[in-house]
């Protein structure tokens, strides 16, 4: 399929997709006229990009764990290696590291405005 038909699929942009591409989370061929073709598999894996992208992960990470992840029997689901789920896993232990500072600072804020509020 083409890069337009993969973004109405997927709901990404071409300019997101290419820049998949550039990070090396999605692969292409080139016809002859250069033009990018991919494989039905693409949409899963776009699918799945977005869902790491939404759970935190950067792009570069993306990219680091992407070949990590392994086709099940074939069909659209990916299954992680154990690398993959330590890594999963720091990336939420991180985010959840992240969350309780943000609290802290919360916390501090709504002091400080009461204290203002006298």
Same mark, same amino acid.
């Given at each position: 399929m083409k890069i337009g038909e993969l973004s109405r699929r997927t709901g990404v942009s071409v300019r997101s997709l290419r820049y998949y591409e550039q990070k090396s989370m999605?692969? *292409?061929?080139? !016809?002859?006229?250069?033009?990018?073709?991919?494989?039905?598999?693409?949409? =899963?894996?776009?699918?799945? +990009?977005?869902?790491?992208?939404?759970?935190?992960? *950067?792009?570069?990470?993306?990219?680091s764990v992407l070949p990590c992840m392994r086709d099940h029997d074939g069909g659209p689901a990916e299954t992680a290696t154990p690398w993959l789920v330590e890594q999963l896993t720091a990336e939420r232990d991180r985010i959840n590291? *992240?969350? =309780?500072?943000?609290?802290? !600072?919360?916390?501090?804020? =709504?002091?400080? +405005?009461? !204290?203002?509020a006298g």
């Open positions: 999605l692969v *292409s061929e080139r !016809t002859a006229g250069g033009h990018r073709e991919y494989m039905e598999a693409a949409v =899963d894996r776009v699918i799945l +990009i977005q869902q790491l992208l939404a759970a935190g992960l *950067s792009g570069n990470k993306i990219a590291h *992240s969350i =309780d500072d943000l609290r802290r !600072t919360r916390e501090i804020l =709504d002091e400080v +405005i009461a !204290t203002a």
